[in-house]
């Protein structure tokens, strides 16, 4: 019986083992695409974090004197076309009193954005919409400064990155010591503590990496673009028998920048040009910006909000507050108002309870992602980005000490042998396929590569053992 046993136990053990070795293998191949990506995202996120929180990125940090009252609209607009040219797009009302007005302006060379103290009418700064150092590194962050080539490619390290959070934490399960599992073991040395830290911290940090990366790919071109924004969309229908525009809100957008939520973003914009709607501004009252800003403020927008002037004969004074733009810090009080550009009749009103379940949390988690909801929220990404920054670092050292010095081969976890179950782990990649197509194309890609060129030339197989 006790040898029935521990034959019993010797078996749990090798399979037990073929299991760890199958996951450290993955592990080890995802990390090897994934962790060049992880600190550049880890990077450049920092950058956008500390830039918007102590710089702004559309001017919303510009302080003025209170002098008295406002002058008047128009003056106010007549000052910004003298220092800029062009055509006035949207007005952006500070978050308190002591901060500047901004304006941004459509130009013939693009978007420009004018600060002006609205209260004596002098222009402060001109500049190029989104053309800083936190442009920049938003390029960076999502194209890789390659457009759509970067963004696949950034999507592929998203998707692997879930498949590297899933392994590990396999692998971290604890099996002995489960007290060093959760809390850094200080008294291991080389090797060992590495290991001990990279799967504590990594451990640690597991949950809302998997949040940064879902709300990553859902801004991704193919798995957000193509599968889930469409799906989480706001539906048209819920206009009321508003007549609808050919274009969407994403026209609203300017290249890489987005100015209206991401819910709202395919779903067609309501037309100006009927009695439809409901009361906005009074009857015989003028349709004017000011007297639109003017119904903003008594439906309730407070502190900063945008409004954005009609784009041609059909389009609509839109009254925008977005935590994803900065506007507020509380994205539960998003709100996006179309006005008729004729009648000044409300032609929709959406509000965060309109949404989606989909669109709700993509409401908050983009604002979570980019440390936009307090300062809890900058402080919380700035730890989290420099623990992603350590586990990408730690990962590398443990390669470097386990690779044998100067083997020319990477030195990777050994193929475990005769591992069950395989049809199951088939089942699972075909269903990461399906969620994840690019994740999956390449789980595709890795495989044929493992069976056909790894299993057949022997010199390769060599290289990458």
Same mark, same amino acid.
């Given at each position: 019986?006790?040898?029935?046993?521990?034959?019993?136990?010797?078996?749990?053990? %090798?399979?037990?083992? @073929?299991?760890?070795?199958?996951?450290?293998?993955?592990?080890?191949?995802?990390?090897?695409?994934?962790?060049?990506?992880?600190?550049?995202?880890?990077?450049?996120?920092?950058?956008?974090?500390?830039?918007?929180?102590?710089?702004?990125?559309?001017?919303?940090?510009?302080?003025?004197?209170?002098?008295?009252?406002?002058?008047?609209?128009?003056?106010?607009?007549?000052?910004?076309?003298?220092?800029?040219?062009?055509?006035?797009?949207?007005?952006?009302?500070?978050?308190?009193?002591?901060?500047?007005?901004?304006?941004?302006?459509?130009?013939?060379?693009?978007?420009?954005?004018?600060?002006?103290?609205?209260?004596?009418?002098?222009?402060?700064?001109?500049?190029?919409?989104?053309?800083?150092?936190?442009?920049?590194?938003? &390029?960076?962050?999502?194209?890789?400064?390659?457009?759509?080539?970067?963004?696949?490619?950034?999507?592929?390290?998203?998707?692997?990155?879930?498949?590297?959070?899933?392994?590990?934490?396999?692998?971290?399960?604890?099996?002995?010591?489960?007290?060093?599992?959760?809390?850094?073991?200080?008294?291991?040395?080389?090797?060992?503590?590495?290991?001990?830290?990279?799967?504590?911290?990594?451990?640690?940090?597991?949950?809302?990496?998997?949040?940064?990366?879902?709300?990553?790919?859902?801004?991704?071109?193919?798995?957000?673009?193509?599968?889930?924004?469409?799906?989480?969309?706001?539906?048209?229908?819920?206009?009321?028998?508003?007549?609808?525009?050919?274009?969407?809100?994403? %026209?609203? &957008?300017?290249?890489?920048?987005?100015?209206?939520?991401?819910?709202?973003?395919?779903?067609?914009?309501?037309?100006?040009?009927?009695?439809?709607?409901?009361?906005?501004?009074?009857?015989?009252?003028?349709?004017?910006?000011?007297?639109?800003?003017?119904?903003?403020?008594?439906?309730?927008?407070?502190?900063?909000?945008?409004?954005?002037?009609?784009?041609?004969? %059909?389009?609509?004074?839109?009254?925008?507050?977005?935590?994803?733009?900065?506007?507020?810090?509380?994205?539960?009080?998003?709100?996006?108002?179309?006005?008729?550009?004729?009648?000044? @009749?409300?032609?929709?009103?959406? @509000?965060?309870?309109?949404?989606?379940?989909?669109?709700? %949390?993509?409401?908050?988690?983009?604002?979570?992602?980019?440390?936009?909801?307090?300062?809890?929220?900058?402080?919380?990404?700035?730890?989290?980005?420099?623990?992603?920054?350590?586990?990408?670092?730690?990962?590398?050292?443990?390669?470097?000490?386990?690779?044998?010095?100067?083997?020319?081969?990477?030195?990777?976890?050994?193929?475990?042998?005769?591992?069950?179950?395989?049809?199951?782990?088939?089942?699972?990649?075909?269903?990461?396929?399906?969620?994840?197509?690019?994740?999956?194309?390449?789980?595709?890609?890795?495989?044929?590569?493992?069976?056909?060129?790894?299993?057949?030339?022997?010199?390769? @197989?060599?290289?990458?053992?």
């Amino acid at each position: 019986m006790a040898t029935s046993q521990t034959q019993v136990a010797g078996e749990a053990r %090798s399979l037990s083992e @073929k299991f760890y070795f199958a996951a450290w293998r993955w592990h080890f191949y995802a990390a090897l695409y994934v962790i060049p990506f992880m600190l550049m995202l880890a990077v450049t996120g920092l950058m956008m974090m500390f830039i918007t929180q102590f710089d702004g990125r559309d001017g919303e940090k510009i302080a003025v004197e209170v002098t008295g009252s406002e002058i008047s609209y128009a003056d106010q607009t007549a000052a910004v076309l003298q220092a800029q040219p062009g055509t006035i797009a949207e007005w952006i009302g500070p978050k308190s009193p002591e901060l500047a007005t901004v304006f941004r302006v459509s130009t013939d060379q693009g978007q420009r954005l004018v600060a002006l103290n609205q209260y004596t009418g002098e222009v402060i700064q001109v500049w190029d919409r989104r053309a800083g150092w936190y442009d920049f590194a938003d &390029n960076i962050h999502s194209t890789l400064l390659i457009g759509d080539m970067g963004d696949r490619l950034i999507e592929i390290a998203a998707g692997l990155g879930i498949v590297l959070v899933l392994t590990g934490l396999y692998i971290w399960w604890p099996r002995g010591n489960a007290l060093s599992a959760f809390v850094p073991d200080l008294r291991a040395r080389g090797r060992a503590l590495w290991k001990n830290l990279h799967a504590v911290t990594g451990f640690w940090i597991s949950a809302l990496l998997v949040v940064f990366l879902i709300s990553g790919l859902s801004w991704a071109g193919i798995w957000g673009g193509k599968l889930v924004q469409p799906w989480g969309s706001f539906p048209a229908a819920k206009w009321n028998d508003v007549p609808l525009s050919d274009e969407t809100h994403a %026209s609203m &957008n300017h290249g890489a920048t987005n100015d209206v939520p991401w819910a709202l973003e395919q779903t067609p914009m309501p037309a100006s040009g009927s009695e439809a709607g409901i009361t906005g501004l009074p009857a015989g009252t003028a349709v004017t910006p000011e007297n639109v800003i003017y119904l903003g403020r008594e439906l309730g927008m407070e502190g900063r909000f945008r409004l954005a002037y009609p784009g041609g004969e %059909s389009g609509v004074w839109t009254i925008n507050r977005d935590s994803m733009s900065s506007d507020s810090d509380d994205p539960f009080v998003d709100r996006t108002i179309h006005i008729d550009q004729y009648t000044g @009749k409300i032609l929709a009103d959406v @509000k965060y309870e309109d949404y989606s379940w989909m669109g709700k %949390s993509m409401a908050v988690g983009i604002p979570l992602h980019m440390g936009l909801m307090g300062t809890w929220n900058f402080l919380l990404n700035t730890l989290f980005c420099f623990f992603v920054i350590f586990v990408c670092i730690s990962g590398a050292v443990m390669w470097m000490k386990r690779r044998p010095s100067g083997a020319a081969r990477l030195a990777a976890p050994p193929v475990p042998a005769d591992l069950p179950f395989w049809k199951g782990a088939v089942l699972i990649g075909l269903f990461t396929a399906m969620a994840f197509p690019l994740v999956g194309l390449t789980l595709l890609a890795v495989l044929a590569f493992d069976l056909l060129i790894l299993g057949n030339i022997p010199a390769m @197989k060599r290289v990458f053992s």
